[in-house]
């Protein structure tokens, strides 16, 4: 591992070295002397278009350019409302830096008549920055995240997820129209690098018009795609496709239709090489990123969702997975008034898994050794409507509804030293979702907003488990040598939300803002326990405690008042909400009706101490009530060793909030700096209860009276020199939670702290490396462990034609407690062919060159007080012969 690191670095130096620089810098002021915030000052070498380097300026007026030596520059410096200004500059072969004053005349011309001949790199106009996609490529990008990754401030997770001076991309853009609902990750890895022209970050975001000054959207992040002219009118795509070793395939055709009017855009893949195109993280973006009017009203009750978390496997990664997966989204705009979107997905996948536990129950001194295997199967359809009717500017009307089908299933093969068992689970939940919101403005004085959200949900749960031996004295038992329980359960919800709100400007920078609204709930639940008997007959459990028929209700009616002010870089918006709660059950032959006042109080405070420096507080708190499921008194099967049951005499937890939020982004010095630190104290919590029998537990949830509390904390630093990325991040969470077990309280503790550090190249056109560290820490209750990940990564062009990709990570992970160890490694390579101006395009791609068979997992299960290392199998090495066709 180090020889390779080395290699890395010792391929990096000499273009490092051969690249010498002489530093350029200086100020930009007006006639007046009075510094020129965000004029641009770019170098061309000199007789020719050939972007050399640019410089944003700073609230001095400074700005800085690396340049390379022996060299003749025309440096263009430009401000809005200025005469551009060219200046001849040499670089002689010296180390020393120069120094370049730069003072701009006012233009007499009016805008439009000015003429700009040239493309500035990035261009800042208020709450919004345009990158010029040429200025930073070479040509040789594949799709949208190819670009972005080359683009100062941006970046792209692991999650592949878009991130812009460390704040999350709310949704993408194409023409100002959103791509698959705004998905930003499957608009990052669809969108053909070659049609793009600008990227446009639009901070501060509300697609309401009339809500951007009386809301605080700070973290709300746009990015806009430009296409670049003659792609304003097109269909594009491609048709992709491979094949490997052991009878692996892939296919995956896309399809894109792009006019000022309307917009198709068609996702096709199918596959059995462990690519899930569809994962848990893609699902909650398209499900949760519907509108929330009842965010921040002070309440939580959400309602559990349907559905076993299909694909379950950790980074995508199992022993194999099959997947089918196909996507429909449109856009179109008959009106400029009016616009109709949506969209269809359906996807069907299979995943089998094989782990291997190492489990110790802390409070019984207990280890337990298994093996599982499992099958998990999901298919899912959801359909997507949505309508935008904006008249004037006054009145925005937006209108959706979503539907969900899916069915999940689970085969469990467990073998243990403790028991052994067979199980199955089904699982087909049904969803309706509908969301009206009406935003007027009625005059400059008073707006009025109404949101409203409908929720359907139905669901069947089927759950079967066979054993030896069945461990629950609360269920009967018998002679029959294998145990073959079944239960049945059936859910359904009804919940409506709405919310009014009445904003009175007091000036320009404060309103008030009043808030009624109210959340109904009406849940029923009812479940049964039997046993499947060798005969074929069927043994029904009768008794109350193993079954339930449950109707719930919930309603909450709330009051909200919130002022908010702005006065020069200081934004202060307390708040104040009066909430009456009523929650209602009807099970086991009687009522039970409960009726609450609480006062909950929240505070936000902002300090822009420059456009793009801020230090912001938030501070609130809200209440949790439990849903149906943790209502219902009869006991349930979650597993082949654990019962659960209700408690309907639950009262709702009280969740205090703190948080201090840093960001901090220069295109000076191209430094982004973020940091937060927070802290969640929760109070009268839901915990579990739990009895435990060797492995097998029964649990039931009760209001704590010791407080669970959560101290997180997260810095990142990136700095962007003339060719090189640095990056530095570290995160840091210490947890403290109680529990009762074995009627005894059991304080958990667990402490997680990861650093890593990153130095990337950035040539336009020589080959690009990054190397670079991670150290990570868990520790939970009596047990810990670290590991350590070095990690490398090069692109590299050679013979015009070939581009060569390679990642690398090697892993180090030891368990302290039980002093397992354990060395593998990653190494994926790619290598692609393609002619000039060709439509086709050739790749051979090996995947765990390594062949490494397995990763390391750690987890704490606090109902059982009990920690568990695990070793997760995965595909072997994979060879792939891959073909694109692009439309």
């Known amino acids: 591992m180090k020889k390779l690191s080395s290699l890395f670095i010792a391929s990096l130096l000499p273009l490092l070295i051969s690249a010498q620089t002489v530093k350029l810098e200086g100020t930009v002021k007006d006639k007046a002397d009075n510094p020129l915030e965000m004029a641009n000052v770019i170098a061309f070498k000199k007789g020719t278009n050939i972007l050399q380097s640019y410089s944003i300026t700073d609230s001095k007026g400074n700005y800085k350019l690396s340049l390379g030596q022996n060299e003749a520059y025309t440096l263009k410096v430009s401000y809005l409302g200025f005469n551009t200004k060219n200046v001849d500059i040499i670089v002689t072969n010296s180390d020393a830096d120069m120094v370049e004053h730069i003072m701009l005349e006012e233009s007499n011309e009016s805008l439009n008549e000015v003429q700009i001949t040239y493309e500035m790199p990035v261009k800042i106009v208020g709450d919004t ?35 812009v001076e460390g704040k999350k991309v709310q949704k993408v853009l194409v023409e100002g129209k959103e791509f698959f609902d705004g998905d930003s990750k499957l608009a990052t890895q669809n969108i053909p690098a070659s049609a793009i022209d600008k990227v446009q970050v639009l901070k501060n975001y509300n697609e309401v018009a009339g809500m951007r000054g009386v809301t605080n959207n700070e973290d709300n992040i746009v990015i806009n795609i430009k296409l670049k002219q003659g792609k304003k009118r097109f269909w594009f795509g491609e048709v992709n496709a491979g094949v490997g070793d052991n009878e692996k395939h892939s296919a995956k055709p896309k399809l894109f239709y792009y006019s000022p009017e309307k917009s198709i855009n068609l996702l096709a893949d199918f596959n059995n090489i462990g690519e899930a195109p569809f994962t848990m993280r893609d699902y909650f973006r398209f499900t949760g990123g519907l509108r929330g009017g009842m965010r921040g009203s002070g309440t939580n009750f959400n309602i559990s969702s349907g559905g076993l978390g299909f694909l379950t496997s950790q980074n995508n990664q199992a022993q194999q997975i099959t997947s089918k997966f196909g996507a429909l989204n449109f856009s179109m705009a008959p009106k400029k008034i009016i616009d109709f979107n949506g969209f269809a ?32 199967g999901s298919k899912l359809g959801m359909l997507k409507f949505s309508t935008t009717y904006k008249p004037t500017n006054n009145l925005h009307i937006d209108y959706d509804v979503f539907g969900k089908l899916s069915e999940q299933t689970e085969l469990l093969d467990v073998t243990s030293t403790q028991r052994s068992a067979d199980t199955y689970k089904e699982e087909k939940p049904a969803t309706l979702n509908q969301n009206f919101n009406l935003y007027y403005t009625i005059d400059d004085k008073n707006i009025f907003a109404a949101e409203l959200q409908y929720l359907y949900e139905k669901d069947k749960p089927l759950y079967n488990s066979l ?39 007091l000036t320009p920078k404060s309103n008030i803002n009043v808030t009624l609204g109210s959340t109904l709930s009406a849940q029923s639940l009812t479940s049964g326990i039997s046993q499947n008997l060798n005969d074929g007959s069927v043994l029904n459990f009768n008794d109350t405690v193993l079954n339930n028929e449950v109707d719930f209700n919930f309603t909450d009616l709330f009051l909200g008042l919130h002022y908010k002010a702005v006065s020069g870089k200081f934004t202060f918006n307390p708040g104040i909400s009066l909430h009456h709660y009523i929650t209602k059950d009807n099970q086991l032959g009687a009522e039970n009706k409960d009726n609450q006042t609480k006062v909950l109080p929240d505070m936000y405070a902002s300090l822009q101490l420059k456009s793009s420096e801020s230090l912001r507080f938030n501070y609130s708190i809200s209440t949790q009530f439990s849903d ?41 010095s191209f430094t982004n700096v973020n940091a937060s630190v927070n802290y969640n104290k929760k109070v009268n919590v839901v915990k579990n209860s739990t009895e435990l029998k060797g492995i097998d537990r029964i649990s039931y949830p009760v209001n704590s009276n010791l407080a669970d509390e959560t101290f997180s904390a997260n810095f990142r630093y990136g700095k962007t020199y003339s060719k090189l990325k640095t990056n530095f991040r570290a995160n ?51 047990t810990g462990s670290a590991t350590d990940r070095p990690f490398a990564n090069m692109e590299i062009g050679f013979l015009k034609n070939f581009i060569f990709t390679a990642n690398y990570s090697y892993y180090n992970y030891k368990n302290d407690e039980n002093m397992v160890k354990n060395t593998y490694s990653f190494l994926n390579a790619n290598l692609y062919y393609q002619q000039k101006k060709s439509k086709w395009e050739f790749k051979i791609s090996a995947d765990n060159l390594t062949n490494n068979l397995s990763m390391n997992t750690d987890s704490y299960n606090e109902i059982s007080d009990s920690n568990s290392t695990s070793l997760y199998f995965i595909q072997p090495r994979l060879y792939m012969f891959s073909v694109k066709y692009n439309l």
Do not use: W
């Open 129 to 163: 920055i345009v990158y010029n996609a040429d200025s930073f490529t070479s040509g040789k990008e594949k799709k949208l995240e190819d670009v972005l990754k080359k683009l100062p401030g941006i970046d792209i997770d692991s999650n592949g997820e878009v991130e």
């Open 345 to 376: 997905i359906v996807n069907n996948s299979e995943t089998d898994m094989f782990t291997q536990s190492n489990t110790v129950y802390n409070k019984l001194n207990l280890t337990e050794i298994s093996e599982t295997s499992a099958i998990q």
């Open 467 to 505: 054993s030896a031996s069945q461990p629950f004295e609360i269920i009967p038992s018998n002679s029959e040598a294998i145990i073959d329980l079944i239960q049945h359960k059936k859910t359904s919800t009804n919940k409506l939300d709405a919310k009014f709100d009445y904003y009175y400007l």
């Open 628 to 668: 149906v499921n943790k209502i219902a008194e009869g006991n349930m099967l979650s597993n082949y060793n654990s019962l659960t049951r209700g408690n309907r005499l639950l009262e709702n937890a009280l969740y205090h909030s703190y948080s201090l939020n840093y960001f901090s982004f220069s295109m000076f």
């Open 732 to 782: 840091f969470s210490n947890s403290t939670f109680n529990n009762t077990v074995n009627n005894e309280q059991i304080k958990s503790k667990s402490l997680s702290h990861s650093y890593q550090a990153s130095v990337a190249s950035k040539f336009k056109d020589a080959p690009n490396f990054e190397v670079g560290y991670q150290k990570s820490f868990s520790e939970y209750s009596k």
